[in-house]
């Protein structure tokens, strides 16, 4: 159901080029009654998933890093960041785009996975859902060295830690990635690993 107390008077395509940005213009009643005009730029890249894989006899985790230019461009010296493998939906399902994701990015084939949470991450300017799962992982379901695809020009580089290792990483300022810190956190509460 719609909020009646919002509507949008008028959206213009500001950018087509790699995903959609929009001007949106729109009335927001407020709770006096008095109606506020508002416009704001929204950001549609369409919705993504992300997995933290643990192996529980092995205590380990499997992380990727590679290169994110917003990243750079903020602050970042390196703009390598640590994550969790992640990746668009683009026509599947939450779970059907993280096992296909696991296995371009890390190189692990695997047969299930378990969500643990939906989550918008930037709210202000980004329509996104992030469909959060965890997955087990162990030597057999290794298929492949991963890395990405080279059509999307990915360059990942899969990396294999303890998980207090990986924990501690948050600690340090190496993992500061919040689906990563997320995941990381929930494996913990949980004593995934």
Not at 63 to 91: H, S, W
């Amino acid at each position: 159901m719609k909020n009646p107390e919002i509507k949008v008077t008028e959206t213009k395509l500001l950018s087509d080029n790699w995903y959609i940005l929009n001007k949106v213009t729109f009335d927001y009643q407020k709770k006096d009654g008095k109606v506020e005009s508002h416009i704001r730029e929204v950001y549609d890249r369409g919705n993504g998933a992300a997995i933290l894989l643990y192996n529980t006899s092995k205590q380990t985790v499997i992380l990727t890093r590679q290169f994110r230019l917003p990243t750079y461009l903020n602050g970042n010296k390196t703009g390598m960041m640590i994550e969790v493998c992640a990746g668009l939906l683009d026509q599947d399902n939450a779970e059907e785009a993280v096992i296909r994701e696991t296995e371009e990015e890390t190189g692990y084939r695997l047969q299930k996975v378990q969500k643990v949470i939906e989550t918008y991450m930037s709210p202000g300017s980004v329509t996104e859902i992030l469909y959060l799962f965890v997955g087990e992982y162990d030597e057999t379901m290794k298929v492949n060295d991963g890395g990405g695809l080279d059509a999307e020009q990915e360059n990942i580089e899969v990396l294999e830690y303890t998980f207090e290792e990986a924990y501690n990483m948050i600690e340090s300022g190496e993992i500061t990635d919040a689906k990563t810190i997320l995941l990381l956190q929930h494996a913990k509460i949980k004593g995934l690993v």
